[in-house]
């Protein structure tokens, strides 16, 4: 391969190396590509095109929607819809799965997507991202809302886009997990982060502090004893970040390990976790274990779990795989 490796010339090499491949599949990350590159343009521009701020209205989460959970939501659906190549759509932003219009063919592939993790800090002009995850669909079919709860195990890709100082794509299709930065100049994403691997160990979490005492026993011990530091039971320093966007947390943890926690917690039995399980849990669960870490709920591996709801939530433990065992074993000891 070249050496400025462009996403699309990765792709298709990839490809290249699987028996039997059609080809369709980097034709579909092309149009994520695309409708990516549409939506990091809108961030960026912000302010000076009149994209900030809050929408009239909610999402099905009860959730304030910006202007631009919206506009992305709508690049999104728009840059998908046409292809051929899927079946249908899922989105975050969307209370119902989203169809092909009439007028297009239908593909083997179910996309489901959060146009605009992180939103809320938009206004604030910190990073925000898109995530997304590909199923595979049974062919020639209109897709019903079984064909989408299929557990993360079986996503056939997954993906996040970090509109931060850069803007960066982080992929994986079962192969290890890499990441392109989108040069400005000449519109491409180009590798700039091969084989990304997240260091076992580290002394570094990631939580909502503010939420400590909705908390179970496991999490309660596991920050107690970071953060009691050189002196506690771990006999090491520990540093906090939070970020409340899931992608610059990931990322930042694909870069130098540590750990992310939004577990269960006990305002809300109806409720166990925030984060959404067919949008945020599982694609980045997906991109997680493809970098050496781990992804649970804290009981269960997350790629296991059988969906039971298009916007059901799920508890999220996520990062270096030592920390997140750690954290499993104070959850089977609580048992
Ligand atoms: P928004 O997209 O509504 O901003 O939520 C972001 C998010 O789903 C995830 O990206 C963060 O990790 C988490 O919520 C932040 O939650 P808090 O608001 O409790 O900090």
Known sequence: MPNNITLTQFIIEQQREMPGASGTFSLLLNDIVTACKQISHRVNRGA????????????IQGEVQKKLDIITNDIMVDALSWNGLLAGMASEEVDDLISIPEQYPKGKYLALFDPLDGSSNIDVNLTVGTIFSILRCREGVDPEIEDFLRKGSEQVCAGFVLYGPSTIMVLTTGHGVNGFTLDQDIGEFILTHPNMRIPEETSEFAINMSNQRFWELPVQRYIEECISGKDGPRGKNFNMRWIASLVAEVYRILTRGGIFMYPYDTRNPER????????????????????????????????????????????????????????????????
């Open 272 to 335: 166990p976790g925030k984060l959404r399980l067919m949008y945020e849990a599982n694609p980045m669960a997906f991109i997680i274990e493809q970098a050496g870490g781990l992804c649970s709920t804290g009981r269960e591996r997350i790629l296991d779990l059988k969906p039971e709801g298009i916007h059901q939530r799920v508890p999220l433990v996520l990062g270096s795989k030592e920390e997140v065992e750690k954290i499993i074993s104070y959850h089977q000891q609580n048992n």
């Open 48 to 59: 000076l095109i009149g994209v900030l701020g809050n929408a009239d209205s909610e999402n």
